[in-house]
């Protein structure tokens, strides 16, 4: 597992254990999901869930490809944070919402807005989801499977953009969506695909 020292502040904190990938890895992973198609031609996002899933904490990685060329890669959360998994009610009485992990959701996002304040990726096609109720700390795909639209969108952790901020904890920031902690990254990501009519996201596994 590869361990990574970044700094918020005053306080150095360990960022994810996601482990260090080859591209040929990442390729060949997602190319054997059932969902795949065949690799976009444009820019596309790939999330990676780590296993450590620590509570409330940014412990995934999201890379960006064009093609089969890797781009750059930043880290995130693909689970949602304390707020939405103690406080889903707030939203709906059936838990908080989970991806489904090990699929392809093929033109899923365009850009946008993400709540009228953020430039964002935003949600434009079906997405598969469960949803957690138990609020146990743990994200978990349990339960009945749905899919529908539900605002899960690609966004970062400020409503302002120049900023150097990294972020630690999830807090109230995802209840679903797909957030980068790290925001110079997020917009140096979200450069390069906001052009394309729309951009392809696939997530899977820490494998």
Known sequence: MLSAQL????????????????DKELLDRVSKLDSFKGFPTGYWILGVQSKEDTYNHFDDKFYLFKGRKFVMVTTGTTNAGTTGIQNYERYTDKGVLVVKTDEWYHGLWKYGMHRKRMPALRQIRPIKYFRDWNKNECIEEIGKGYQGMRGVNFHTVTYQKNVSLIKKLIGGWSAGCQVVNNVRKYYKMLGYCKEQPYVTYCLIKEF
């Open 7 to 22: 700094k918020n502040g005053n306080m150095s904190y360990k960022h994810t254990k996601v482990r260090g990938y080859k």
